[in-house]
């Protein structure tokens, strides 16, 4: 089977031959070395660098992306039934990704609840910094409604 030198494999895969020698580094796709120690790719590795920028463009970190491929025997590329098992595990996640984004998104000009107080809307959605009793970050963003704060309001003055 012919070979590929790194150069004609960045080519080939669309990708800088550093983040070649990075993704080997990382093992998650693999090379032989020729007498003279140069890198020699199997082109089936194009098919695990398509698999990897597919999974990262959906959100997959790297790590992820590698011990899906260790799942696979012999490190064997991925073929289309294992990208079907291994992407369906990574539907859930996903969908939680799309469901932050599109929350970001229709919040996006409004309050965050991150706490900070600094702007005028802030004492409207969160009067006298209630929402840090929800934790700490962007908590309407990671999942806290601005009525969960009026439930918190309300148990403030029964318990007052």
Request: hydrophobic residues 35%.
């Amino acid at each position: 089977m012919k070979t590929l030198t790194i150069g004609e494999f960045a080519s080939r895969a669309g990708i800088a031959s550093s983040a070649i020698r990075f993704y080997e580094e990382k093992g998650l796709i693999f090379s032989q070395r020729n007498a003279g120690g140069q890198r020699r790719f199997q082109a089936d590795q194009l098919r695990r660098v398509a698999f990897i920028k597919a999974a990262q463009t959906a959100g997959i970190s790297l790590e992820e992306i590698r011990d899906a491929l260790n799942t696979l025997p012999a490190q064997r590329t991925p073929n289309k039934a294992d990208w079907e098992k291994i992407s369906a595990g990574w539907c859930d996640q996903l969908n939680q990704r799309i469901a932050n984004l599109t929350a970001l998104r229709d919040r996006l000009s409004s309050c965050i609840g991150c706490g900070c107080l600094s702007l005028s809307a802030c004492a409207l959605y969160n009067p006298e910094d209630k929402i840090r009793h929800f934790g700490s970050g962007a908590r309407y963003l990671s999942g806290n409604h601005p009525d969960d704060l009026q439930g918190l309001l309300a148990q403030d003055k029964v318990s007052s």
